[in-house]
C-alpha cells in the first residue's frame, strides 16, 4: 500500500473532485460533481446541526452598493483585500468581501422585541477577497470563500450562552471528523490601533467579555496580540489534522461596532431601544479551506458517511451489466451514493481504478453473484467480506454512515 503522504492538490486530482482553469483563473477551484457532491454532504451536515441548535436560514446577494461597505468600516479597514468598485450605469457596486453587513440589514428590517431575541442568521454563501497570485494555494487560498457563515443578535445578558451554544456546536464537528485542536484569542493589536475600529475602551471591553467567558466555561486558550479582526476579538480554532499540521478553521468573534455602526436597537420591556450585541461565528469556516484540511487529514479515505462514492459496482463481464444497474438502482432509493463501473476492462483494473479512488466498498458482480442475487464485498483495504445479499449491504452500509465512524 502506498504510504505516501499527499498534498490535498494530488488526492484532488486521483479522485476527480476539483480542477482549476487558466480560462477561470487560479484561486477559483471548480468542483467536479464528486468534488460537488462532497461539498454538499458537509452543507447538509453543518446544516442539520445549526438547525437543531435553532438557527434561522437567510440568503443575500454576492454585491452590494459602496456605501454599504463605507458603513461598515470595510472600505478604511479592508479595502486592500478587496475587489475594485465596478460601477454600472450611475452606481457603485462592491463584490462583497464579507456577509455579515448585509446581516445586518436583515435584523434592522423591522423593530425587534426583546423576546424576540436572540435572532440567529445562517448562511452557506461566498465572499470574496483580492489576494495576491503567489499567495493562492490550491483550496488552502483563494479569492472566494463560502463560508457557514452566522451571526448572531443578542441582548447582553445572552452573550455567555450562545457563546457556550456556538462552542457546543465546534465540539460536535471536532468529534465527528476526529480532530485534535486549541483556542487561540485573537486580540487587537494596542500598538496599531488605526487598524481597528472603535476606541481602547470598546476594544477592552470586548475582550475582557470573551475571557471572562473562556474561564467560566473552563476553556484553556493562549491570547495572540494582532490577529483581531478590525471590528472586534475573535476565538480562533486551531486544528491539528492526521500529519499533525495545524489549520485556523472556526471563529467565534464578539463585536460591539457593526451593532454602533448601523444604529442597531432591540425593544426592551420599558419601551426603550436597546443596542444588541453581535456575535459572528463559523464551523467549517471556509468550505474550501475545510475540504483541503480533511482531504489531507484522511489522505483521500473517508469515513462512509462522508465518502462521495459509498459503494462501487464492478462487473465482470458486460453480461452482468443489467443486474448491476438495477442493484444501483436499489442502493440509490436507499439513499447509499454508488458508482458503476461497466467498462469494457478487466476485473483487476476496475478494482486498481476504485482502491485508488478510495471507494469504501467495492461490489463484485460476476455469473456466480447475478444466479445467487448477491455481490462479493470487499473494504477498500483489500479486506474481503464475502457474498452478501444486497438487502444486507444496505444495512451494512447505512450502519457506517449512521455511527459516523
Known sequence: MDKKIKSHQEIGLEQDLFTFSELV??????????????????QRYIEDLLEEQGYDFVWIPHIAKKELYEKSGHLEKFSNDMFPTMKAKGRDYILKPANCPHHTQIFARRPISYREMPQRYAESTTQYRSEQSGELEGLARV??????????????????????????????????????????????????????????????????????ILKELKIEYKKVDGEAAFYGPKMDLIVKDSLRKEWQLSTIQVDFNLP????????????????PIMLHRATFGSYE???????????????????????????????????AK??????????????????NETLGSKIRTATLQKIPFLGIIGEREMKENTVSLRFRDGKDLGAIKVSDLVQKVKKEIDKKA
Open 143 to 212: 479569492l472566494g470563500l463560502t463560508l457557514d457563515d452566522s451571526h448572531i443578535f443578542a441582548r447582553p445578558d445572552q452573550v455567555k450562552e450562545e457563546f457556550r451554544r456556538a462552542l457546543e456546536i465546534n465540539k460536535v464537528m471536532l468529534k465527528d471528523f476526529g480532530l485534535e485542536y486549541w483556542i487561540r484569542l485573537s486580540a487587537w493589536d494596542p500598538n496599531n490601533r488605526s487598524k481597528y475600529l472603535g476606541d481602547e475602551k470598546k476594544w477592552e471591553e470586548m475582550q475582557k467579555l470573551m475571557e471572562e
Open 25 to 42: 483563473g487560479s484561486g477559483l477551484p471548480l468542483f467536479t460533481p464528486k468534488g460537488a457532491t462532497l461539498r454538499r454532504v458537509l
Open 326 to 343: 438495477k442493484l444501483g438502482k436499489q442502493l440509490k432509493e436507499n439513499g447509499i451514493r454508488v458508482e458503476l463501473d461497466l467498462r
Open 289 to 323: 479551506r475545510f475540504l483541503a484540511m480533511i482531504i489531507e487529514h484522511f489522505q483521500g479515505a473517508f469515513p462512509v458517511w462522508l465518502s462521495p462514492v459509498q459503494v462501487s459496482l464492478l462487473t465482470i463481464t458486460e453480461a452482468q451489466d443489467e443486474y
Open 260 to 275: 454602533e455602526r448601523f444604529d442597531l436597537s432591540f425593544i426592551d420591556e420599558n419601551n426603550n431601544k436597546i443596542r
